[in-house]
């Protein structure tokens, strides 16, 4: 009750619902009937504050067009993702805008920044909208058993912004690229900001984002989104391929080398052996064997007018053929399944330095064949740290052969002199090949994903040529004396792979190559079986276990092939 000092009320107010004025700031806040007395208000007087009013306000409701725009909106919303919490939300949302509630914005801002929502341009969403109005457009439907309105050829756009975009080019660059250097980087940027792309330029680029996301913590979210796009394009380009181009195109055969490894990486070695396979028959029709071949005539023109080549593009031809290579030597020896690629066709030079291929220099580099030739330390060149793992892949390729031979052997023709004759000068030759380039990869001043990479795997080999040795069924006392000796290779390999490893640690997660898993299981393999040759295999199979651990952080730990060996 008020004192004597305030007003009374007056017996005519009662006749009116409502006191003529504007109510006070405390009244509206509470949202409480105003007496509107002044100078103080029943409601101000008992809370012991001052009675404001003030005159000015904010118009009612939302603007002009902005109730139907922001409906249109949510109904694009509804449409597109068919997701039952999201029209649930958005339910929720409309009754908030027939209802003018004041909390309209806090929920729309909420709505709009979720970050499953994708968001295309102000051009796409015209375009869709009147695809509605017109029934024209139809949705995406995630359900099994529906069929995307997209052309087969056409990405979806709205999977990464285009800042999300710039910022894994630079990812695929900084973390890909090392590993996997098909891709003149300035040629790239050139092509990717032109409007116009080819379908095999598209599929190329959601490779690069697929492998870089999968290299990344922060975009690691959209590896599966990215993955089904490229794979989805990738097959579309196989079929129309089949019909207009059956070599294909260059950016195709990238395409599949990248997914190639992301598969590795991030599904099974078995699919991506699927994968390399497929990538290996598209560079076979593209006959990127040959691109280096004397009798060709293509090459003897080329020759006779050097200045109409395009080097880089010529070397990003040579470097795909050999990633597609050295992938199908390393999956295949991971799965000690045969190879798709023949060595004894292949007339395409190694890659050059990679100084001069970003520079986009010509550069003249020898042939495989001539670099396997040489297995004493007689003054050749060194090569690059890429031309090192496919010379390590040709030695892996070979050894397995060699296996596989001999378990042949075995059965066929068992007890031959001249059968084991031959399969100690292969594996003499094979130790010769690997000692050479052990000396060759200890003296190069780099140290690099790929360059380590190349010297476990030769350490490895080491330890397989031990297991194809003891494997043998005709054991002469020669013969078991260059056992024991190629046992004391093996502890000496077995230490340095375990030093190899720990200096690998240095480079970080992301940039150890990912295909270092097929070494390091074959030595957990060896440490496990052979711990009478030395008492420090435990603890050096402790070692690699543990790097097969920190790989799993970037690596699928299910898939990763420590599985097999802990079993």
Request: hydrophobic share 35%; with cysteine.
């Amino acid at each position: 009750m008020k004192t004597e000092g305030m007003p009374s009320a007056s017996p005519l107010t009662h006749s009116s619902r409502q006191r003529p004025g504007s109510a006070c700031e405390e009244c509206r806040r509470r949202k409480v009937r105003c007496d509107r007395q002044r100078p103080q208000c029943q409601v101000c007087y008992e809370s012991n504050l001052e009675c404001k009013i003030s005159t000015t306000r904010l118009p009612r409701g939302p603007r002009k067009g902005q109730l139907r725009t922001l409906r249109t909106r949510i109904g694009r919303f509804v449409f597109l993702k068919s997701s039952k919490t999201l029209a649930e939300r958005v339910a929720a949302l409309e009754r908030c805008l027939a209802d003018q509630h004041p909390e309209i914005n806090q929920q729309m801002t909420a709505l709009l920044e979720d970050p499953d929502l994708d968001f295309d341009s102000e051009e796409d969403h015209q375009r869709e909208l009147s695809g509605f109005r017109e029934g024209t457009a139809v949705p995406d439907d995630p359900r099994p058993g529906t069929k995307s309105p997209r052309s087969p050829g056409s990405p979806r756009s709205e999977l990464v912004s285009e800042l999300m975009r710039a910022d894994l080019d630079q990812l695929y660059f900084d973390r890909v690229h090392p590993f996997a250097p098909i891709l003149q980087r300035w040629r790239y940027h050139v092509w990717s900001k032109q409007h116009k792309k080819t379908q095999g330029q598209i599929c190329l680029q959601h490779a690069m984002w697929t492998v870089a996301a999968s290299l990344s913590a922060q975009f690691r979210f959209l590896r599966p989104s990215l993955y089904q796009e490229t794979r989805r394009m990738l097959d579309a380009l196989d079929s129309q391929s089949q019909r207009a181009d059956p070599n294909g195109s260059i950016e195709q055969a990238q395409a599949w080398v990248l997914i190639c490894v992301y598969e590795y990486m991030q599904l099974s070695p078995l699919q991506a052996w699927m994968s390399a396979g497929r990538c290996c028959r598209l560079v076979l029709g593209m006959r990127l064997y040959e691109l280096d071949d004397p009798n060709n005539p293509m090459m003897m023109a080329r020759d006779q007018d050097t200045s109409l080549i395009d080097w880089t593009g010529l070397e990003e031809r040579r470097r795909t053929f050999w990633m597609a290579y050295s992938l199908d030597r390393f999956i295949s020896f991971h799965n000690g399944l045969p190879f798709t690629l023949n060595e004894q066709l292949i007339a395409t030079r190694l890659p050059g330095p990679e100084e001069e291929f970003q520079a986009g220099h010509p550069a003249v580099t020898q042939y495989l064949s001539e670099v396997m030739m040489r297995n004493n330390n007689d003054g050749a060149p060194a090569i690059s740290s890429f031309s090192e793992c496919i010379v390590l892949a040709t030695i892996c390729g070979r050894a397995l052969a060699h296996r596989q031979k001999v378990a042949v052997e075995q059965i066929s023709i068992s007890g031959d002199v001249t059968v084991s004759e031959g399969f100690w000068t292969r594996h003499q030759w094979l130790h010769e090949m690997l000692n050479y380039r052990i000396q060759m990869l200890s003296s190069s001043p780099q140290v690099d994903s790929m360059l380590m990479f190349a010297r476990i795997v030769a350490q490895t080999m080491v330890l397989f040529l031990h297991s194809v040795l003891e494997s043998i069924t005709w054991k002469t006392g020669d013969h078991l004396l260059g056992i024991i000796e190629y046992e004391r290779l093996c502890v000496l390999a077995a230490h340095e792979v375990v030093n190899l490893v720990k200096l690998q640690g240095q480079l970080g997660y992301f940039k150890v190559h990912p295909l270092t898993p097929i070494p390091l299981m074959m030595c957990t393999e060896f440490f496990a079986g052979h711990t009478y040759l030395d008492a420090g295999f435990d603890s050096m199979l402790q070692e690699v276990l543990a790097c097969l651990q920190d790989l799993d952080r970037v690596k699928n730990a299910p898939q990763t092939p420590r599985g097999s060996i802990s079993a």
